[in-house]
């Protein structure tokens, strides 16, 4: 079902992605192009994709992105339909919150999302480029918050106490 992938890269432009392995950064937009066979009436299905990761409970999806496929009459003959969808990748916000952190080995997913049963994916085939856990600073901003904020707050407790 997978066809082909492609990277945007700003300031770059597209890039035919690898089939066994592909790199991308933040600001990058990662196409999957699909085809699917079709055979019937004129119809338009919604091509889903996600890139995450394969565990036991199932696909953790952490990019998403939807297209219209766009399915031609076909009541007779099976017909390759065609569709494209474009993945943005956003790097993941302070404490990893919305979108993807770097890290190797995540999934490509791809399915019509009326009819989930026709998917496809490829495992282990995206690597995201980036600084793994945050930089330095922010794990230092991490351990060094707490003990600014008790140094602000002990003085305001102990205010007004008298010594015996």
């Given amino acids: 079902m997978i066809s082909s992938l492609e990277i945007y890269r700003p300031g770059v432009g597209w890039l035919q992605g690898e089939p066994e392995r592909v790199v991308l950064s933040p600001g ?21 994709a996600s890139i995450g990761q394969r565990n036991l409970f199932g696909f953790d999806e952490i990019l998403v992105a939807r297209a219209p496929l766009v399915c031609p009459d076909s009541p007779e003959e099976y017909t390759t ?22 890290g190797v080995n995540y ?6 999302e009326e009819n989930p049963d026709v998917w496809a ?42 010594e015996e």
């Fill in 81 to 102: 339909v065609t569709g494209e969808v474009d993945i943005e990748i956003a790097s993941a916000g302070i404490a990893g919150i919305g979108g993807i952190s770097a």
């Fill in 107 to 112: 999934d490509l997913y791809v399915k019509i």
């Fill in 28 to 48: 990058d937009v990662l196409r999957v192009s699909a085809n699917v066979p079709y055979r019937g009436p004129a119809q338009t299905f919604t091509l889903y």
């Fill in 121 to 162: 994916g490829i495992d282990n085939i995206i690597d995201i480029a980036g600084e793994t856990g945050g930089s330095y600073m922010t794990g230092m901003l991490g351990m060094i918050m707490p003990l600014m904020m008790l140094g602000m707050v002990m003085p305001m407790v102990t205010e007004g106490m008298e």
